[in-house]
C-alpha cells in the first residue's frame, strides 16, 4: 500500500496546519475479499455497539460488508483512546452530524467541554475512511470526508463520456479545468479531486444527498471556493492520495482513490492543503486493513 499526494493542478501548499482542534483520518483498506464468518463477526459487533444504525443482514452483498466495516471505525477508534464502550455515547445534531460524548465521570467541566469528538465516516469500493477531531462541540461537528476511485463509472466507458455524465455536477470554470486536449490522465484525476472536495465540503455542512453540486466552485490554481457565487471563508480542505494493493481472487489489482478532509475552522480565508507524500500524512491519517480491524474485534466490545 503506497499513499502519495497528487494534485494534476498547480497550487500552493499551506506552510503550516491548525493545532487547535487536531484532525485525524483512520482509512481501512478492504485489501482481499472476506469470508462469512468474518462478516457475521464484525456485523454483531455494529448490531451490539452501534445502536443509532441497523445495517440488514446480508452477508454476500459487499456493499453491506463496507457499510459494517466503516461504522467500525469509531469503535476502533475509542478503543485505541482506551475508552471503554459504556463510557461513551454517539450524539447526532438535527442535520445529521455525528459527535462522540464521553462520559463525565471524573473529568473537570473545562476538560469535559473540550472533550467531544466530530467525525464523519465514507467509504468507496475497497477504501473506508473516518475523519475525527476534538474540541468544543460546536466546533467539531464540521467536517466530512470525501473519497473518490480514480477510475470510470460505469467500467469500460470512456474518460470523456465518464466526464460528460458528471457536468452536471461542475461550474463552467471547472469545466475549463478538465478540458479534453489535456489527456485521459490528467482530466480523469482533477476530476476525482474536485469531486472528492465537493463530497467533503457537503458531509461537513450536513446537506441531503440531493444537494446540487452546481451550487459549489472550486477554482482550485486560485486557491478559491465558492457556494451559490459567495466565498466559502473558514475552511480547511486537505488533499491527499491513496494507492492500494487489493487481492481479487487470484489477482492483485492497484486502486487509486483521491481523498480530502474538509473542516470548518473559522478562519477569514480557506485554505487548501496538499499533501504530496507519505511523511506528509503519517503524522495524521492510519492506514490498516481488514486482518488487523478482525484481529481487534474481541477488544471493541469492552
Known sequence: ??????????????????????????????????TKEEYDACHKVVDDCVQHIKIPYDPPNADSFRQVMTHMLPLLMMRHRRIPRAKW???????????????????????????????????????????????????????GLGIKQVAV??????????????????????????????????????????????????????????FDWARL??????????????PLQGWEFRIFRASLGVARRDVLVEEHYQCVCAFFRGTKESTFVWHESAKDLESWVQFINIDQMVKVIPKLTA
Open 1 to 34: 500500500m503506497s499513499f502519495v499526494g497528487s494534485s494534476g493542478i498547480v497550487a500552493h501548499s499551506s506552510p503550516a496546519m491548525s493545532t487547535d482542534c487536531p484532525i485525524l483520518v483512520w482509512m481501512l483498506s478492504l485489501n482481499r475479499e472476506y
Open 89 to 143: 455515547r454517539d450524539c447526532i445534531t438535527p442535520n445529521g452530524k455525528h459527535w462522540i460524548e464521553q462520559t463525565p465521570d471524573d473529568m473537570p467541566p473545562e476538560k469535559f467541554l473540550h472533550s467531544m469528538i466530530g467525525y464523519h465516516l465514507a467509504f468507496e469500493t475497497s477504501l473506508c475512511g473516518m475523519a475525527m477531531t476534538q474540541g468544543i462541540q460546536r466546533k467539531v461537528i464540521n467536517i
Open 153 to 210: 463509472e460505469p467500467r469500460g466507458v470512456s474518460v470523456a463520456a465518464y466526464t460528460e455524465s458528471m457536468k452536471h455536477k461542475l461550474t463552467p470554470t471547472e469545466l475549463q479545468l478538465i478540458s479534453p486536449e489535456l489527456g485521459d490522465e490528467v482530466v480523469l484525476r482533477r476530476l476525482c479531486i474536485l469531486l472528492a472536495l465537493k463530497a467533503a465540503y457537503i458531509k461537513a455542512i450536513g446537506q441531503p444527498a440531493g
Open 217 to 230: 466552485e472550486f477554482d482550485i490554481p486560485r486557491e478559491a471556493a465558492r457556494g451559490d457565487g459567495h
